[in-house]
């Protein structure tokens, strides 16, 4: 197993559970509600944990109430968050989240008060035992360093990039990068609408996956791309860090030296068992 860290955020999860999303100046009653630490990267580290990875997480932690939630729940999972940078001002983010009983669906309203990890903290980071290095695509002028820096001076350790969102400038971190995990969102923000399309659309030489939900997802390596089909649970409980949940899988089996086939499968089941229950904990195949 690998020792694996990864570069990202950690946030205060609110979840409200509702027996279906409400219209706008509608006012509905919550069926139940939970307050969770949350965040892409530190969502991936939870369930690379339960795969048997060794994990790490830095990022930037605030000194403050409740930022008991993120570490007690890392400490948990056996999460190192001593390579985090420590501050004593702002407020952790905070994501209001709705989830709706009747489609699974989560719509998020995202709240921050917290400065992005920079670079010169990270640069004196030890990296020296780890095998494998995950990023969040976000803070772009910042990780273009970071990833750079690593390429310089840990050329053989191997990183991945999560590209969620559509952010300015977030192209150039593509040739940086050996694992390229690309969403649905994005592909269809630069005017896509099949992952198959999206991939062939990139030269770029790196290995790249792109998910594409009830439809399955994609594997590039070269020119070479392959499919795999999704594999929805019995009854949809929680999509909620499903994509996080499908980059683990990505990273595990990388990182185990499955075949890209194996891991695209596993990754794709990994997220449809995901979305067969409510969070993240105990989350392994049957």
Request: charged share 20%; aromatic share 8%; proline share 4%.
């Amino acid at each position: 197993m690998a020792n694996i860290l990864a570069v990202g955020i950690a946030t205060i999860d609110i979840i409200n559970r509702v027996s279906r999303y409400p219209k706008e100046d509608d006012e509905v009653r919550a069926v139940s509600q939970t307050i969770r630490r949350g965040g892409n990267a530190t969502n991936t580290l939870v369930v690379l944990s339960q795969l048997g990875h060794q994990c790490a997480w830095s990022g930037v932690l605030i000194d403050e109430t409740d930022a008991a939630i993120v570490k007690n729940e890392l400490a948990e999972h056996q999460i190192d968050f001593n390579y985090c940078k420590v501050i004593s001002r702002g407020k952790l983010p905070t994501s209001y989240i709705n989830v709706s009983e009747s489609t699974g669906s989560r719509t998020i309203v995202h709240y921050r008060d917290c400065p992005e990890l920079d670079f010169a903290f990270f640069s004196q980071l030890n990296l020296n035992t780890f095998d494998w290095v995950h990023f969040e695509g976000r803070n772009v002028a910042e990780l273009k360093q970071m990833l750079s820096w690593l390429k310089t001076h840990s050329p053989h350790l191997p990183c991945s990039l999560e590209i969620e969102k559509p952010r300015e400038g977030i192209e150039q971190l593509f040739s940086l990068a050996d694992v390229l995990l690309f969403s649905k969102p994005y592909a269809i923000s630069q005017g896509f609408s099949s992952a198959q399309c999206f991939l062939q659309s990139l030269t770029k030489e790196n290995i790249m996956t792109c998910s594409w939900g009830e439809a399955g997802a994609w594997l590039k390596t070269n020119d070479k791309i392959i499919h795999c089909p999704a594999f929805p649970p019995p009854q949809v409980v929680d999509t909620l860090a499903a994509g996080d949940t499908f980059n683990a899988g990505i990273i595990s089996g990388l990182a185990k030296q499955l075949s890209h086939q194996e891991t695209l499968e596993y990754a794709c089941r990994l997220a449809g068992h995901k979305c067969g229950q409510d969070g993240l904990t105990n989350l392994t195949i049957p």
